[in-house]
């Protein structure tokens, strides 16, 4: 989860640990603590990054 000061169209972008981009997607995000559900099946195992907006890039693991 994460939390926007407004109402507001973010990029969430997924890399893989070498930086290559998996995914780039827009999202609309609420004043308050936000969500994403993010399918996995189509990643193969391993470690990723997730960054929303500006935010810092999150590293999580993928796991089949």
């Known amino acids: 989860s994460f939390g926007s000061s407004q109402n507001e169209l973010l ?6 640990l070498s ?9 609309q995000a609420k004043e308050g603590t936000n969500l994403i559900h993010y399918p996995t099946n189509h990643l193969s195992n391993g ?7 500006s935010g810092k890039a999150l590293r999580f693991v993928v796991s089949h």
């Open 47 to 53: 470690m990723y990054t997730i960054k929303v907006g």
């Open 11 to 16: 990029e969430v972008e997924i890399c893989d």
């Open 19 to 27: 930086g290559k981009k998996i995914s780039k997607d827009l999202i």
